[in-house]
């Protein structure tokens, strides 16, 4: 949706992110992204400015390319709320509670179905969080109900440090085997910690 952000200019802004993290201007936890541009980029010019985001503690980009001005992002980040930013004039929220968001946006696209809108919603999760089962149950009941929902599922093979398939003991995970076009997918890894810079730390 955003044309103005490249891949520089994120990983400019959340490397500024991680420099005030490690100088201690910010206080509360903080989740960066990284490696992740490219794809993140590729998926918003699909997204219009009628629809809906919803995201995991990890949302910095995606407030940027929902079109939240960027020191408004910042300024959210440095007060302490990096990890549940909400733009209600933009419509993007997050949560900070694992699988939070899911069941709402769910609720969004039931909403804007019944209301017959061209608004579409899309909810970005881990690919750890996609395995649980809130997550499960709202994924099922979207598609069988044919919400406008698009589940973006971001694939870092990691819950904070522990391996997604390995713990689950398989190689396959249940969104690889479900053949739908409201669910879409990515790979990445990133050179963050789960939480924090690398270099202050904190959880």
């Known amino acids: 949706m955003e044309a103005n952000w490249t891949v520089e200019k994120l990983i400019d802004f959340e ?18 992204s990284d490696g992740n541009e490219s794809q993140l980029i ?6 219009k400015e009628i629809d809906w985001v919803f995201c995991s503690w990890r949302s ?7 079109g939240v001005p960027e020191e408004e992002v910042y300024s959210e980040i440095l007060a302490g709320r990096s990890i549940a930013l909400g733009f209600p004039d933009f419509r993007v929220f997050s949560s900070a509670i694992v699988g939070g968001q899911v069941p709402i946006a769910v609720g969004a696209a039931m909403a804007e179905k019944i209301k017959g ?17 809130i997550s499960q149950t709202c994924i099922r009941y979207a598609i069988n109900h044919n919400l406008p ?4 599922i971001e694939d870092n093979g990691l819950s904070v440090m522990t391996d ?11 969104f690889e085997s479900i053949k739908s076009d409201q669910i879409l997918t990515y790979k990445y890894k990133s050179k963050y910690p789960h939480a924090g810079a690398g270099v202050r730390v904190q959880f």
Request: some cysteine; hydrophobic content about 40%.
């Open 15 to 32: 490397k500024r992110v991680a420099d005030s993290f490690n100088s201690g201007s910010i206080k509360a936890p903080v989740h960066l």
């Open 117 to 133: 809108t061209d608004s579409r919603v899309w909810c970005f999760v881990g690919d750890m969080t996609a395995e649980i089962g």
């Open 60 to 66: 910095h980009y995606q407030c940027l390319l929902k």
């Open 164 to 174: 997604t398939r390995k713990t689950w003991g398989t190689e396959l995970l249940n």
């Open 42 to 47: 590729e998926v918003f010019q699909n997204i």
């Open 149 to 152: 929902i698009t589940f973006v």
